[in-house]
């Protein structure tokens, strides 16, 4: 199955690419070709697709006093479980910090340490004159995006002549610009009068970030994008007042692209407030604490991002993995929601969880492929290495299995025993827990090893590399 269609053939491999795709049954050059391989992996009555590519994740990010709780090791192992078999990380400069060295420590968290291949964006956490001369050497360096924040002012944040002057490097470089759209500071103002009036629980997290807040910053983050003439792609996008804006800009044939991820299709404002637990109470609802954040059902927003994933406003499916514990970690949130780390882990579900997009009916098997691969590849300038089955690929690919049962949950029950649902994620629990996938992921192939086989992982730490990426290959 690719995007553009499905047919039944036969996948040859030698060594890390892929050499052809046959007609089942083929011979090549007069020899039977199944005869003459050395292993053949019997894919009959399952689909065969390119390894997902999950351009959004945050192994190990700093954040407010603590850190996401995967490393690069577990997290790309989670991630090869669930068939994702390339990620881009977010390398992260804070302000002080020169961009090279923030850059530099990312690689070296990386590095021999990954499961499945992996490339970096870098969040320009303070653009200033040396940040803007160092940022135009990023694309030499395979590093050919960056992310910026309208929102987390003190922590992450760039004002409006800030983020003009980082796009104009866009601009000049071929560079895509990441938006995180949210107006920090009233969200922020926001967020103070909601604790002094005593509402410290997480559900008041997604009140103080209003979907209005979303949608101006969408607004605004076009509209600087179009004064500069460089290319925009917006994060983690969940209010559907925000894909209008990228729907209007996208109409009048400007630049702009979105992705949204999993908890934006699937949960709710209305689960979070409604969560609650004996250990936590409502505290429970910091499990699915993330920016943006979780919105409200009842106002259409969930069937707002199904809607743009068909109309192709949105043209990606990223995680935004940031998984923190609730023990430790989410629990720092304690009385005052702004404390709560912001993140939901997500990495081993999104293929699963997509795929279930597949079975009711929301999308098609072509456009789940093109979702969470082709484009992602395309996006972010590793089209013909990944995200498609052709001869010359990388052989990353993955046999998922349309009958097969997923039941995504933390592996125990409160009393300790098992529940016969497992995550790999290096987490306390599951913003997923209960989730049930008509599908399982089979075989999973990086660069031509089989790294998954079945629910066994026999890839080793270290068999990933580094993806020295080029610019996008998707701009209009
Ligand atoms: O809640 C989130 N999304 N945490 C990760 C940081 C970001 O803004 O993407
Ligand atoms: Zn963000
Ligand atoms: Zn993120």
Not at 217 to 236: E, G, Q, S
Not at 353 to 366: N, R
């Amino acid at each position: 199955v690719g995007a553009t269609g499905r047919a039944p053939a036969d996948v040859l491999i030698d060594g890390e690419t892929i050499r052809a795709v046959l007609e089942p049954g083929s011979s090549l050059l007069g020899t039977d070709v199944a005869a003459s391989v050395d292993r053949v992996i019997d894919a009959s009555g399952k689909y065969v697709i390119p390894g997902g590519i999950d351009a959004h994740t945050h192994m190990e990010l700093p954040f407010g006093g603590t850190a996401a709780s995967d490393t690069f090791e577990t997290g790309t192992r989670a991630a090869a479980h669930g068939g994702t078999t390339s990620i881009i990380d977010f390398s992260v400069q804070t302000y002080g910090q020169r961009v090279q060295d923030g850059l530099a420590a990312w690689h070296e968290k990386a590095a021999g340490n990954c499961a499945i291949d992996y490339g970096f964006h870098q969040i320009v956490g303070g653009v200033d004159e040396d940040s803007l001369a160092a940022m135009r050497a990023l694309p030499d360096e395979g590093v050919s995006s960056f992310k910026l924040f309208m929102a987390y002012p003190g922590v992450f944040y760039s004002d409006d002549a800030q983020i003009l002057k980082a796009m104009q490097v866009a601009r000049d470089t071929g560079m895509l610009t990441m938006m995180h759209a949210e107006n920090g500071p009233a969200i922020d103002v926001l967020a103070q009068q909601l604790v002094d009036q005593g509402k410290t629980d997480p559900y008041y997290h997604g009140i103080a970030r209003a979907w209005e807040m979303e949608e101006e910053a969408t607004h605004r983050a076009i509209m600087l994008a179009k004064v500069t003439d460089a290319p925009l792609y917006v994060v983690h996008v969940s209010a559907k007042q925000a894909v209008e804006q990228l729907a209007t800009a996208r109409d009048k044939g400007w630049n702009v692209f979105g992705e949204t991820c999993p908890q934006y299709l699937y949960l709710s404002l209305e689960d979070q407030l409604g969560a609650s637990s004996d250990e936590w109470g409502a505290f429970e609802g910091a499990k699915w604490v993330c920016s943006t954040p979780l919105r409200a059902r009842a106002d259409g927003h969930q069937h707002a991002m199904w809607q743009a994933l068909r109309t192709n406003d949105l043209q990606m499916v990223s995680t935004d993995h940031c998984p923190f514990c609730m023990k430790g970690q989410k629990d720092l949130g304690l009385g005052d929601f702004r404390k709560i780390p912001n993140g939901i882990g997500s990495i081993e579900h999104r293929m699963d969880l997509m795929y279930q997009g597949v079975v009711t009916g929301e999308i098609t098997l072509e456009r789940w492929v093109e979702l969470t691969s082709t484009t992602p590849a395309r996006m972010f300038g590793l089209h013909g290495r990944k995200g498609v089955i052709q001869p010359g690929a990388d052989a990353d690919i993955v046999v998922y299995d349309p009958n097969g049962h997923t039941s995504i949950g933390v592996g125990l029950d409160s009393s300790g025993n098992p529940t016969g649902r497992a995550h790999h994620m290096n987490m306390d629990y599951s913003a997923w827990e209960g989730y049930e996938i008509d599908g399982h992921v089979d075989t999973v192939l990086s660069r031509g090893r089989v790294i998954v086989d079945g629910d066994e992982y026999l890839g080793a730490k270290g068999d990933g590399r580094f993806l020295k990426r080029g610019l996008s290959q998707y701009l209009l």
